[in-house]
């Protein structure tokens, strides 16, 4: 029972890992290219990983068996850690954070190029 909690929180923490790294590497990469600059500096992007990964691990690591891992039949020694339909979450959770990122990210720098108007500064 606890071996297939084990291999079910490790499998998990990879999917979970694996989005948010994802999404943080096409985001710096992407970003750095339109915007020249990139939205995510390194020091950032290492707090981010630090952050998730800690979070991450505490909350799969203390999650207590059930007897319904013993009515699954167990995993064959050859079956890869990441499956199809976990490559299929990773992607699709990473397209839906990517989106909302790129949304807020492109609508910033065009509230940002907008022309101020001079009137609405002198009421200031």
């Not at 989005?19 to 990139?38: E, K, M, Y």
């Not at 995993?75 to 807020?104: C, D, E, W």
Request: one cysteine or more; charged letters at 20%.
């Amino acid at each position: 029972m606890w071996g297939r909690n084990v291999y079910d929180s490790i499998s998990k923490f990879l999917q979970f890992q694996l989005t948010v790294n994802v999404v943080a590497v096409i985001v710096a990469f992407t970003g750095a290219c339109i915007t020249q600059d990139s939205p995510l500096k390194a020091v950032q992007m290492l707090w981010v990983n630090l952050i998730m990964d800690t979070f991450a691990s505490l909350a799969l690591a203390t999650e207590p068996p059930s007897e319904a891992l013993l009515l699954r039949k167990p995993y064959g020694r050859n079956k890869p850690l990441i499956s199809r339909t976990m490559m299929k979450n990773i992607l699709g959770h990473a397209v839906y954070q990517l989106t909302i990122i790129f949304t807020l990210l492109f609508a910033a720098l065009q509230r940002d190029q907008r022309p101020q108007n001079p009137r609405r500064e002198e009421r200031l």
